[in-house]
């Protein structure tokens, strides 16, 4: 779309045209700054309602990270309890930005319409009659024939520019009432939290410049593992998403349930690649990594707000030249917290639409060659809280069943763009403590998977228990062997912080006869969740025990 040259054959009506453009932008101006600050408050107020606070960390420390740890509630089942863990996570990071009074809910606004007036005047009216066309309800993409959009691309002309951000700010203020893809201002929503905000016009700003990306031809996928799922609805491009039957029950099981035997270590001892996060360049820069030189960089992906530093990684050089050149692997973990307001009833984000382009996105970022070393995509980490029901199969079928179906889909998308890319689900390493096979609860939530864990390239787990991880990693990993790939510690720490745990754990699990054990259920990579259990002056002994694995037992990929 060109935004110059475009014809004014008659002087009046040019004058006519650009007097109703001011007009029009001022009425704009005055509603970009008072409709987002009631819609905003008023959120707010039913968020609030809505969501109990979530705790906050007591430490300094953790006050500052990147990443909030979870807090578990107190009397939470040790194994062999009847009775379901709490919620597991609520880790999210800090928020990027914040809002500072009144006059940052004004200066956006204005700084958005002014660059649109001073764009609309050089083009003789185009951004006006833009925001016309916004106004019709209508969704502006697919204007440009065969166009590949992007979910920034608004118009649908190929490219992300002013007028786009031009036309989500017209539908400021709208709000679903039916669904976050349901609704006729989803094209606008664009961080698809249901209704349409300055954050919705800032992102669509950010990525001014780009190019929507137009996939290859999808290659034929083939799997040798029982058909499970039916899809409802032709996914968004890219890639097509894999079609196989559905079953009403579970996922059909794709593997024996009989665990291997342990298998004799390699020569020198058992191995395993160490991870670090929560942001690969702090993990570059942590002691440990200084000094015991670690094999994976760890980043966390909680939201479609993070795409923009995760291509600065990439745009910056970052991840091809202090990992991939470096001879590391990178992993890339995936999380959400959104509202538990979805259909089926669970959170809305990992089974909407809109995450298919935001995962190609995100692939793209993270793309390695077919020859660099492996990027680990973590994928939808803690699943079993996803769902309105924790943890448990009965009553959450549809929403389990769904979400399947786009971790299929999310698989294709990382071989399609990342052909270096290694995706597994990843578990919420408390599966095992309990069981209720009625509700289909505790260990009997797992079979019902069984058929999505054989679609993987390979498995992983988390390990966060305050109470202790030795049992927790032993039993998943030895549940988890018959599957493709090999099984990797997805994220470590305890989730309390607690350095008796780390310490004790640490000393039992880095041991030649539990990881020989371990290597024998195909345990080959570890992932510190971060560097903050052993930075403080007073945790000298537990930096010691990390550093002393990674020399003893670190690998590269």
């Known amino acids: 779309m060109k935004l110059s040259n475009r014809p004014t054959p008659h002087a009046s009506r040019s004058y006519l045209k650009t007097g109703s453009m001011l007009i029009a932008l001022a009425i704009v101006t005055v509603v970009s700054i008072l409709l987002p600050l009631m819609w905003e408050l008023r959120a707010a107020k039913r968020q609030t309602r809505r969501r109990a606070p979530a705790p906050q960390p007591s430490s300094p420390e953790t006050q500052h990270a990147p990443l909030r740890e979870p807090v578990r509630a107190a009397g939470e089942p040790t194994r062999g309890d009847a009775v379901p863990p709490p919620r597991a996570r609520d880790i999210a990071r800090e928020p990027r930005t914040q809002p500072a009074g009144a006059a940052s809910w004004i200066a956006r606004p204005v700084a958005v319409v002014v660059t649109a007036a001073i764009l609309a005047l050089a083009s003789g009216g185009t951004a006006l009659a833009l925001l016309s066309a916004g106004d019709t309800g209508t969704d502006p993409r697919g204007a440009v024939s065969g166009a590949t959009t992007s979910p920034y691309d608004i118009d649908g002309d190929g490219a992300v520019t002013i007028p786009d951000a031009v036309l989500v700010l017209a539908h400021v203020g709208e709000r679903s009432t039916a669904g976050v893809t349901n609704w006729p201002g989803a094209a606008y929503d664009v961080n698809k939290n249901g209704f349409v905000s300055l954050q919705d016009v800032q992102i669509v700003i950010a990525h001014v410049g780009e190019q929507a990306p137009t996939p290859t031809a999808q290659p034929t996928v083939t799997t040798t593992s029982a058909p499970f799922i039916a899809p409802t609805h032709t996914p968004p491009p890219p890639p097509t998403a894999t079609t196989v039957p559905a079953t009403a029950t579970r996922v059909p099981a794709t593997a024996t349930r009989v665990p291997p035997t342990a298998t004799p270590p390699p020569a020198g001892g058992p191995k395993l690649l160490f991870g670090l996060g929560d942001q690969a360049p702090g993990a570059k820069n942590n002691r440990l990594n200084l000094e015991a030189p670690v094999g994976m960089y760890a980043s966390w992906y909680n939201g479609p707000d993070d795409l923009g530093f995760h291509r600065n990684y990439r745009d910056s050089g970052f991840i091809r030249n202090s990992i991939y050149n470096t001879g590391r692997a990178a ?36 793309a390695g060659t077919a020859a660099d070393p492996p990027l680990y995509v973590s994928l939808f980490t803690e699943f079993q809280t996803y769902p309105c029901q924790d943890n448990r199969w009965v009553g959450s079928e549809a929403y389990y069943l769904k979400l399947a179906e ?152």
């Open 406 to 557: 786009k971790a299929v889909q999310i698989r294709d998308i990382f071989h399609q763009y990342a052909p270096n890319s290694v995706v597994c689900m990843s578990w919420g390493g408390w599966q095992r403590r309990w069981d209720n096979p009625t509700l289909g609860e505790g260990r009997s939530l797992m079979p019902h998977l069984d058929g999505l864990m054989g679609l993987m390239d390979n498995q992983c787990f988390q390990a966060m228990h305050d109470s202790g991880n030795v049992t927790d990693v032993r039993e998943m990993a030895k549940y988890l062997a018959p599957f493709p790939g090999g099984v990797y510690v997805s994220h470590y720490k305890p989730e309390g912080s607690t350095d008796a745990t780390f310490v004790s754990d640490l000393q039992q699990i880095m041991t030649d006869g539990y990881l020989t054990e371990l290597a024998g259920y195909g345990l080959f990579a570890w992932s510190f969740m971060d560097g903050r259990m052993w930075n403080d002056p007073d945790e000298a002994a537990s930096y010691q025990l990390v550093k002393d694995a990674v020399f003893k037992y670190g690998t590269p990929p």
């Open 331 to 366: 992993q890339l973990i995936i999380w959400s917290d959104v509202p538990e307001d979805g259909t089926p009833c669970g959170r809305r984000y990992p089974i909407s639409d809109g995450i298919n382009a935001d995962m190609a996105h995100l692939a793209q970022s993270w």
